[in-house]
Nanobody, 124 residues
Framework: QVQLVESGGGLVQAGGSLRLSCAAS????????MGWFRQAPGKEREFVAG????????YYTDSVKGRFTISRDNAKNTVYLQMNSLKPEDAATYYC?????????????????WGQGTQVTVSS
């Protein structure tokens, strides 16, 4: 059973940066893709970024391209989301998730295990 634990959320001013981390345990980390999603109050959970099992392919939603970077360290069983130039509309609870098919693509249905989430607040 895979377990995912996010960390790194917090309060930041608009224009600032945060780095989220997601530590995985329970299965061989390099066998599955990973994704970051976010959910703001009253909105659906949306895809933010994804990365394939090897890290060779990455995917981003348009609104974060050029500002967010997803990466992974398979030796540390951890995936990261570096968020720069944060905007108030980026505020949400951020979740990491595991895609056992390995692609880390945008399809939310591909993800079978989710973390508990970490809150990101962006002040204007």
């Amino acid at each position: 059973q895979v377990q995912l634990v996010e960390s790194g959320g917090g309060l930041v001013q608009a224009g600032g940066s945060l780095r989220l981390s997601c530590a995985a345990s329970g299965r061989t980390f390099s066998n599955y893709g990973m994704g970051w999603f976010r959910q703001a109050p009253g909105k659906e959970r949306e895809f933010v970024a994804g990365i394939s099992r090897s890290g060779g392919s990455t995917y981003y939603t348009d609104s974060v391209k050029g500002r967010f970077t997803i990466s992974r360290d398979n030796a540390k069983n951890t995936v990261y989301l570096q968020m720069n130039s944060l905007k108030p509309e980026d505020a949400a609870t951020y979740y990491c998730a595991a895609d056992f098919r390995g692609s880390g693509n945008q399809d939310k249905k591909s993800y079978e295990v989710w973390g508990q989430g970490t809150q990101v607040t962006v002040s204007s």
